[in-house]
């Protein structure tokens, strides 16, 4: 492997490193979105019983729950750009190594005695 082919998997490398970190922060973002349904059904039953002190508790956690939301959301943003600009990046380099590739044939077929 040349030094070129191992940039390259450098590159298939970091971009994969970061479909992983975006697909792991979908599925938190998705498991806070879980926990936010089930908390807003035990607001409703702790009023509905009359217990204040209780639907006080679970408002605050659920405020909590939703700022924690909030953020990974922002991180699902700023991890989805990183992710394109990588996937951009490696476009640009796979077509500058096949083109590399291609410029390579063409001067040795030219080089070639024809008979």
């Known amino acids: 492997m040349n030094i070129l082919e191992y940039r390259l998997t450098l590159h298939r490398r970091h971009c994969e490193e970061r479909r992983r970190y975006l697909a792991e922060l979908q599925s938190l973002a998705q498991g806070l979105r879980a926990d936010g349904s089930r908390l807003r059904l035990e607001i409703e039953q ?10 006080q508790n679970l408002l605050q956690r659920h405020g909590k729950l939703a700022r924690s939301l909030a953020a990974i959301e922002g991180q ?27 410029n390579a044939g063409m001067r040795r077929m030219s080089r070639r005695p024809v008979s």
């Open 46 to 55: 702790a009023v509905a019983v009359g217990s204040p002190a209780a639907a």
């Open 76 to 102: 699902i943003v700023a991890a989805g750009d990183a992710l394109a600009a990588a996937d951009r990046e490696l476009k640009r380099r796979e077509l500058a190594a096949a083109q590399r590739a291609d």
